[in-house]
C-alpha cells in the first residue's frame, strides 16, 4: 500500500493519529521518530496535537508489557497480531512471547436476536428451529451460539461481528504502511521483515473472516479422520454456512486437561495418550495438514475415551519436500546422528543476513546434547522448543511459519500426553510413521518420479542456456548491459540531499538579498526614510524572512 494512499480518507488519517499517539503514550515514541512518521504524513500532526507517553506509566514497566497495553488499546486487528506474534518466538524474545499470550481474543457480546437476523439475511432464510441468544463465546472477530437446525441436529453456529470487515479492512492496511516505515526507517526491525511478517498476518486475518476457509479445513479432519476409533471432527452443515456463518455439528465431551473428570468417567490416561499421539503423527506424517492450535480445551474426550478435535481456524501445512525432512529429522534423533540434525535444521532455516552457520551447528549441537538424553517424563517441551527458538534468534535465523507451528503443536500435543501418562514414550508412537514414510519416500516409482522432475528442470535449463547466454553476450558489445544495485536507505539519502539543497538555494538567495539591500544603501537611491532608502529597507525585511525560515526548518529536521 502506497504511504500517501491512506490520505484518501478523513477517518484513516484520524486512525493513524490514533495509532500515534496510543505508541507515544506507551513510550514507543522514538519509534514514532525514527519512522519519520510525522514527516510521511503531516497532516496527521495538523488534526491534534499527538500527546506525549503517559506520565503514568512507570519506568519498571517492561517494555514487551507496554507493547502488550498498547495493542490493547489499539483494538481487535493489533491484539491479533500480537497473537500471532505470539507464536513467532523465532522473531519476538520470550518475554514478548510470554507476554503476548495474555492478549486474549474476547470482546462484548452482541445481541444474540441481531446474530440470528445476521444468519437469516446471509443464508437466505430461517435454518434453525432453535437458537439460543446467548453465546456460548464471543471474541472480536465472531461470537457462537448453540442452535439446532430444522431437522433437530444440535449445531454451534459461529456468526461474524457486524462492521468487523471493514474495521479490520482499514487497520491491515495501515498496519502495512507502518511495517513498510518501519522496514526503511529502523535498522534495527529491518532483518525482521516487517513487511513480510505484515502480509503474512494480512493473508491469514482475510482467511480468519471468510468462515469457508475454516469450513473447508474442517471437512478435510473430518474425512482425515473417517471411520477412527479414536478421533472424531465436526461434520459442516454447508447449507448452513456462508462467509459470514459458520454452522458445525456439536461435539460434546469433557476438556483433555481435566484429569479428574476423565479418571470419573473411566478413560484410560494411558491410552488417551497414545490415541492423542497417534493422531497428531498422523496430521505431521501422513496428511501434511495439522491442527495448529492444539490447547487442551480444543481437545474434548466423550465417555468412551473418543477425541474430539475442535476449532480449525487456525492449521499448518507441510510440502513434500518438508515431509521429508521431518522424516529424516525424526530418523536422526532414533540413530543418534548429531551432525545429520544440525545440517537439517540449517537446511529449514532462513538466515535473515549473513551467518555464521559454523557457529550455529555448534550451538545446535550443544543444545541437542543438553535434550537427547533426557527421558520425556524429564523434558519439558515448553522449554526446550524456546530453546530452539533462542538458538535461531541469536544466529539470526527465521524458520518457515509452518516450521514455528509445528513444533508449537508438539510442544503442546507432547505437554498433554505428558500429563495424562508421565510414561508415554514419543518414540514408541512415532517408529511406525517414521519407518512407513521412509519406506514410501524411498520406493522406486517415488524416486523415479523426483528423478524425472529434476531432469526435466535441468534440461529445461540446458535448452534455454545457449540463447540466454547469446542474449547477454550481445548486449554487452553493444553496452547495452546493465547491472542494478539497491542501496539501502538510498530514498532516505536523496530526501536529505533535495532538502540541504532547497536550504542551500534559499541561503544563497538571502545572501543576495542582503548584499543587493547593502548596496541600494549605500548608493541612496530610491525614495528614503531618512537617509536610508526604501528598497533595502524592504530587502532588509525579506532577508530577515527568509533566514527566519531556515532556522525553524532546521529546528523542526533536527526535531524528527
Given at each position: ?235 459442516v452443515f454447508w447449507k448452513a454456512t456462508c462467509r459470514n456463518v459458520l ?142 527458538m533462542r538458538v535461531a534468534r541469536r544466529n539470526n535465523i527465521l524458520f ?31 517408529d511406525p510413521y517414521t519407518t512407513e514414510f521412509l519406506k514410501q519416500w ?119
Open positions: 500500500m502506497s504511504i500517501f494512499s491512506i490520505a484518501k480518507t478523513y477517518r484513516s488519517l484520524r486512525r493513524m493519529k490514533e495509532i500515534v499517539q496510543v505508541l507515544t503514550r506507551h513510550g514507543f515514541g522514538h519509534v514514532v521518530a525514527q519512522m519519520n512518521l510525522l514527516g510521511q504524513l503531516p497532516l496527521i500532526s495538523r488534526i491534534g496535537k499527538i500527546s506525549q507517553i503517559d506520565p503514568s506509566l512507570a519506568p519498571k514497566e517492561t517494555l514487551a508489557l507496554r507493547a502488550r497495553l498498547a495493542l490493547e488499546e489499539l483494538g481487535p486487528t493489533f491484539m491479533k497480531l500480537g497473537q500471532v506474534l505470539s507464536q513467532r518466538p523465532d522473531v519476538v524474545g520470550d518475554a514478548f512471547v510470554k507476554e503476548f499470550k495474555k492478549l486474549q481474543d474476547r470482546a462484548a457480546p452482541f445481541s444474540g436476536e441481531e446474530a440470528r437476523e445476521i444468519a437469516k439475511r446471509e443464508l437466505g432464510g430461517e435454518p434453525f428451529s432453535e437458537f439460543d441468544p446467548v453465546p456460548r463465546a464471543s471474541g472480536s472477530i465472531a461470537q457462537v451460539h448453540d442452535a439446532r437446525l430444522k431437522d433437530g441436529t444440535r449445531v454451534v453456529v459461529k456468526i461474524k461481528r457486524p462492521g468487523i470487515d471493514e474495521i479490520i479492512g482499514r487497520d491491515a492496511d495501515l498496519l502495512e504502511v507502518l511495517a513498510g516505515l518501519a522496514e526503511e526507517y529502523v535498522p534495527d526491525l529491518r532483518p525482521f521483515r516487517p513487511l513480510v511478517l505484515v502480509e503474512e498476518f494480512s493473508r491469514q486475518l482475510k482467511r480468519e473472516l471468510d468462515f469457508t476457509f475454516e469450513a473447508s479445513s474442517t471437512d478435510r479432519f473430518r474425512r482425515m479422520f473417517e471411520g477412527s476409533s479414536e478421533v472424531r471432527c465436526p461434520d454452522t458445525l455439528g456439536r461435539i460434546e465431551g469433557v476438556n483433555i486437561g481435566e484429569a479428574g473428570k476423565l479418571r470419573e468417567s473411566g478413560v484410560d490416561p494411558g491410552k488417551l495418550a497414545m490415541s492423542l499421539g497417534r493422531a497428531f503423527l498422523k496430521q505431521y506424517f501422513e496428511e501434511g495438514l495439522f491442527h495448529a492450535d492444539p490447547h487442551p480445551g480444543n481437545i474434548l474426550v466423550d465417555g468412551d475415551g473418543v477425541i474430539g478435535l475442535i476449532d480449525f481456524g487456525m492449521t499448518g501445512h507441510l510440502t513434500d519436500e518438508f515431509r521429508s525432512q521431518l522424516g529424516h529429522v525424526v530418523a536422526a534423533v532414533g540413530t543418534r546422528d548429531l551432525a545429520l540434525l544440525a545440517d537439517l535444521a540449517t537446511d529449514l532455516g532462513v538466515f535473515k543476513e549473513p551467518v555464521d552457520e559454523r557457529g550455529f551447528k555448534i550451538d545446535l549441537l550443544e543444545l541437542l546434547d543438553m535434550y537427547f538424553e533426557l527421558p520425556l517424563n524429564a523434558l519439558d517441551p515448553a522449554e526446550a522448543f524456546g530453546a530452539v518457515p511459519r509452518d516450521f514455528v507451528l509445528l513444533g508449537r503443536s508438539l510442544m503442546m500435543v507432547l505437554e498433554t500426553c505428558r500429563k495424562l501418562d508421565p510414561g508415554f514414550s514419543l518414540k514408541a508412537v512415532a524411498l520406493k522406486p516409482d517415488r524416486v523415479f518420479s523426483q528423478f524425472h522432475r529434476m531432469s526435466w528442470n535441468v534440461a529445461a535449463l540446458l535448452k534455454r542456456l545457449p540463447s540466454d547466454l547469446r542474449l547477454i553476450m550481445s548486449q554487452v558489445k553493444s553496452g547495452n548491459a546493465r547491472v542494478r544495485m539497491r542501496l539501502e536507505g538510498i530514498e532516505t539519502l536523496e530526501r536529505n540531499l533535495e532538502h540541504a539543497g532547497g536550504r542551500v538555494a534559499a541561503a544563497i538567495v538571502t545572501a543576495s538579498v542582503v548584499v543587493g539591500s547593502s548596496i541600494l544603501c549605500m548608493a541612496r537611491s530610491g525614495p528614503l526614510v531618512g537617509d536610508v532608502p526604501v528598497m533595502g529597507i524592504a530587502g532588509f525585511m525579506v532577508a530577515a524572512m527568509l533566514g527566519l525560515g531556515l532556522i525553524l526548518s532546521s529546528v523542526r529536521k533536527q526535531g524528527r
